[in-house]
């Protein structure tokens, strides 16, 4: 049932470490040609290498998805240097914890800015495109995926602006897949518990490590995990759309 990806473009986000390093790399061995974008270079010019390196075609964007003309040259020149494009995977993230009273402003804006306006910026270029795929490709049909996470089904003390950005996330995507549903554009909505990532490094001192507590004993999951979830979703036939996946680590309680 699985289908393979050759002769087609996909757009991770946040590729540069974690989740969409792994997508990247799982969806390029599945015959995709893969668009990498993520504000540290160097890191995509690595995964950039590696893909090559096993035959595949890479392309790396040094991008910051919360300026609107840098999602859209992202986009943009994905299409232009790969020729078309199919999905998107709306990855790039943050998650900065801690109680709403202490909170710098300055943390709420990065999680609006990146988790919900950056995700609005590339999926707003990226529509007309993966539509066109929809219609003129071989397969006739095109994916989006946005990443959101067990905080955008509960929510929780100290995690409020994650909650509302990832909220937010769902209800776009059903929003989204309903609107895109006739024309073959299967929208998607991924949902992780706790990921052995980068993701906790950003938390702010005295914050990280009482967040941190709240996975000790657990067997976390591993990127590919979820690489391998969003890879599930992409390969399905055309007439099957999987609309929502909420992965947790098989040890995680909350
Ligand atoms: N790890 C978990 O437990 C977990 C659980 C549920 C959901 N998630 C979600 O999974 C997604 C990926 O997170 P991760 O766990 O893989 O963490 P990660 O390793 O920290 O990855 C985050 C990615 O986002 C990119 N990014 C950050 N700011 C950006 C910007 N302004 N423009 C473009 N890219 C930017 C980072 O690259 P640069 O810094 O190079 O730009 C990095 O590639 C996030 O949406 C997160 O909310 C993670």
Known sequence: M?????GTVALVTGA?????EATARLLSEKGAAVAIAARRKDRLERLAGEIKGKGGRALVLETDVTDPDQAIAAVERAVAELGRLDTLINNAGVMLLGPAAEAPLEEWERTVDLNLKGLLYCTHAALPHLLAA???EPRRVADLVNISSVAGRKANAGSGIYNLSKFGVGAFSESLRMELA?????V?????GF???????HIRD????TARQRYVGVEL????????AIAYIVTRPRRMAVNELLVRPTEQEP
């Open 206 to 209: 005295g914050i990280r490590e």
């Open 221 to 228: 999951l591993e990127s590919e995990d979820i690489a391998d």
């Open 16 to 20: 540069s470490s974690g989740i969409g």
């Open 134 to 136: 929809a219609e003129q």
């Open 195 to 201: 990921v052995k990532t980068e993701l906790s490094n």
């Open 2 to 6: 699985s289908e393979r990806l050759d």
């Open 188 to 192: 998607s909505l991924v949902e992780p």
């Open 182 to 186: 006739k024309r073959h554009v299967r």
